[in-house]
Each structure stands twice: as C-alpha cells, then as structure tokens.
C-alpha cells in the first residue's frame, strides 16, 4: 500500500509576530474572558503522492490577519483543572494544543494534534488517496511559569507522527522567529510583561543591545537594503531600500509620550517567499526585519493574476529601554500590533516595483487608560524601493527590475508643485501680455501728441 503523506511541516511565525504570510492572533474566549494567547501565523508544508505516483509539495497558510475564531477549554474556568486546550478550525486543517501547569507553577506544552483534510482543489491536485490524515505529538515542552509569556526568537522543531501506526511518515511541527505564547493567568486579554525566553535564544548570537553615547543622535535613518531569499534557489525574492522610522507612542504618569526609534543598519531580515518544490508561482510574502534584539516589524506582500501589493504590516516591540522610553510607566511589557490592507492604495504590476518618495503607514497604538482616545503608530519610509515575487528561478542581473510604480503619496504630492508652477507661468504671461498692450497704447499716445 502506497501511503498519501509522507512529511507535513507546521510553521508558526509571529510577525512582529513572524508570519509565513500573515501575522495572526488566535484567543480563546470564555464568557468574553481571554485565557489563552497564541500571537503566531500558522504555515502548512505537505508531501503526498498524486494519481500519477509522484511524490509532490504543497504549502499554505492557515489563518488570516488579526484574530481569528478559535474554539478549546479554560483552565480558570473550573477550579480543579490544571490545563487548559486551544482548537483551531481553519480549511482543510484542524490544530490542536494542549497545555499543562504544574505543581511547581511551571507549564509545559503536553499534546500537539494537527488533522489536514487532503482533498483535491486549492492545496491538492488529483491526491491518489484523498480523505483526512490526523497526527499527533507528545511533546512535553517547557515553556514558562504559570505567570509569565513564553517567548522565542529561535525556531523550535516538534516532530509529530500519523496515529495510524500503520504510517511511516513523520510530520514537522515548527515554531519559528518570535513565538509569544501565554496559557494561564492571562489579564485584561494582554500578555504578560513578565517573560520566559526559550533555551535556544541564550545559545544563539544575539544583536548587541541599545547603547547610549554622549555623540550627537543622527539626523535621519540609514539607508537600508533588505533582502529575503528563496529556500529553494538562495536568489532574492523580495528586496527593500528605505529609511524607515517608527513613531511610538506610550504612557508616562499622566500623560502619553511619543519615542522615536531609527531602525538601524544591524537590523537582521527572515522570510517567507511562498515557494514550493513544484514551482507553484506564490500569491503571498513575507519579509520580517529584527532589531532591537526582539522587536520583529513584519512587511506582508500579496498579489492577484496582474498585479501585487503591500496588503499588511504588523510590529512586535516592548518597553524595555529607558533611552528609547524615558519614564515610562509600562516598563518591560510586549506589544504587538498589526493592520491587514492594501496599506498603498496603487498596485505594482506583477513584474514591477515601488519607487517611493515617502510612504507613512499606521498601526493601531497602545490603549490609554480611562479615555476613548486611541493612539497610532507611524511607520515613515523615505527612499522607499520594494520589490516582492520576484522571479527566483533564475538570478536577475537589476537590483530592481521590470515596471516602476510611485506610491498614490507621490502622484498627490506632485500635483501641488505641478499647480503652482502652472500658475505662475500664467501669471508670467499675463503680465507680459498687459505690459506690451501698456507700451502700444503709450506709442500711439506719444504718437498724437507729436502731430
């Protein structure tokens, strides 16, 4: 007997939370009381043999933008259960956890269960055994104390293999760039500031941390140049040049306060390029670019049969340094915020780039105790050149090729200096028109006189 699935690979990306595609947040709700925290975006990797006995991949995103509906059990919700699960139901995929705290007030993650329906369509073509394939995983993982939000920069891989004991295959489960997970003693539906980091991080090279110097702060960003490649090539798939600057507001006593924060050359860039072994042309990107040690700001590109966009940003930062939040009152405390839609309204043809001389984008800011006033992150770009699902099969000779796109921004702004230009070449022409018709009238004036 040939068996469907041979190896299934779950990533889960927060895009500052990390996202193969987009930046998710899946909560589970009881009685409108928040208990378990997943910020994350989910990505499904699947071999399977097709009708013609060929071993073939195929990949996908579970999930969309922003919350997304979810199902499981709470532990609060009664006093003699220690654990608490998470479901989460999207197409073609079922994904289920399991968390435990224990006597030790220290929780683990216990069971890992993934389901995916392999049906011919969207994700399979012409499966030789369509029909649903359940793996599971004890997994036993470490993650925080009962009180504190479990988080991790550094990829954790969880294998889990088919119930059927028949199957031979093993599934992937990965947790990838920035996981934020809180499963107890969630309050007012945020996460902890208190935070557990994974062992991996503290085994890894970490970015050197924010100095201040008594030399004068620059004057702008630097110039960067990011770059994601392809997992299956090493050739870029998506490239940005700007000058990007965050403007954050956050609370001091009293007041809201706003930080200015550079994004700077040692900034690191992961990604996703959406591609597969089958050379699927991808409809999504990604592009996360970390500094700060473990602040994560997530570019998401998504493009239809002609053209593509940015259709989502998402930024994870937390309060941590004095120089960047002087008097802060929300100190060591994560945030993460993400928006999901054509953030520049004109779409760059599916060969083409944007060339941009400013691009400000929003994000949804920090609530402000005690008011409906809601605050907004500002993302500036200046000199602001991308280019997404650029063709990985092959090494293009161009930085940035085919079709150039201003950004909607730039089109408005040079009808100003178009307008004021034009009229002042009207006003030109009409006092020269008015002068020469002075001088003729003066002429003939002069002329009379003298007979």
């Known amino acids: 007997m040939r068996f469907v699935v041979y190896a299934v690979s779950l990533l889960f990306i927060i895009s500052l939370g990390a996202g193969a595609s987009y930046a998710a947040v899946y909560e589970l709700k009881q009685d409108n009381t928040t208990c378990i925290i997943i910020n994350s975006t989910l990505r499904v990797s699947v071999d399977y043999v097709n009708n013609l006995n060929k071993t073939v991949s195929t990949s996908w995103t579970l999930g969309k933008p922003g919350q997304n509906a979810t199902s499981g059990l709470c532990a ?32 683990t993650l216990d069971n890992i269960s993934l389901t995916i329906n392999i049906v011919n369509g969207n994700h399979f073509k012409n499966p030789m055994t369509p029909g649903p394939v359940h793996f599971v995983a004890k997994t036993d993982l470490p993650l925080s104390s009962n009180t504190e939000c479990f988080a991790c920069k550094s990829d954790l891989d969880l294998p889990v293999k088919p119930d059927n004991k028949t199957l031979s295959s093993i599934a992937n489960l990965k947790f990838t760039s920035g996981t934020l997970i809180q499963a107890f003693n969630v309050t007012n539906g945020t996460l902890s500031s208190k935070v557990a980091r994974c062992p991996e991080d503290s085994n890894s090279t970490t970015v050197a941390p ?13 110039l960067l140049t ?62 996360m670019v970390n500094f700060f040690n473990d602040w994560i700001l997530t570019f998401f590109f998504k493009r239809t049969a002609s053209d593509y966009g940015l259709s989502g940003l998402s930024l994870v930062y937390n309060v941590n340094d004095a120089a960047v939040f002087p008097g802060a009152t929300d100190v060591g405390k994560i945030f993460q915020t993400n928006v999901s839609s054509d953030l520049v309204p004109s779409k760059v043809p599916s060969n083409g780039y944007y060339d941009c001389q400013v691009v400000n984008l929003t994000l949804p800011g920090p609530t402000v105790p005690y008011s409906s006033d809601k605050t907004v992150i500002a993302l ?47 006003l030109v022409v009409i006092v020269l028109v008015a002068y020469l018709i002075g001088r003729r009238r003066a002429a003939a004036r002069d002329g009379y006189q003298s007979v």
Request: proline share 6%; net charge neutral; hydrophobic share 35%.
């Open 76 to 107: 609060s919700k009664s006093p003699n259960r220690n654990w608490s699960e998470i479901y989460i139901n999207v197409t073609d995929a079922f994904v289920g956890f399991r968390f435990s705290s224990h006597q030790d007030g220290q929780v």
């Open 210 to 222: 924010i100095t201040t110097t008594t030399s004068a702060p620059p004057s702008q960003p630097p």
């Open 380 to 426: 500036t770009g200046k000199e602001f050149i991308v280019q997404a699902f650029r063709d990985t099969s092959k090494n293009s000779t161009g930085f940035f090729t085919g079709t150039k796109k201003d950004c909607l921004s730039d089109q408005v702004n040079n009808i100003v200096p178009i307008v004021v230009g034009a009229s002042l070449a009207a």
């Open 226 to 287: 990011l770059t994601v490649n392809s997992a299956l090539t090493d050739l870029p798939c998506i490239r940005l040049q700007s000058r990007l600057q965050l403007q954050i507001p956050y609370l001091r006593p009293g007041m809201v306060a706003m930080a200015t924060v550079f994004i700077r050359k040692d900034a690191t860039v992961t990604g996703d390029c959406g591609d597969d072994v089958n050379k699927t042309a991808p409809i999504e990107q990604t592009m």
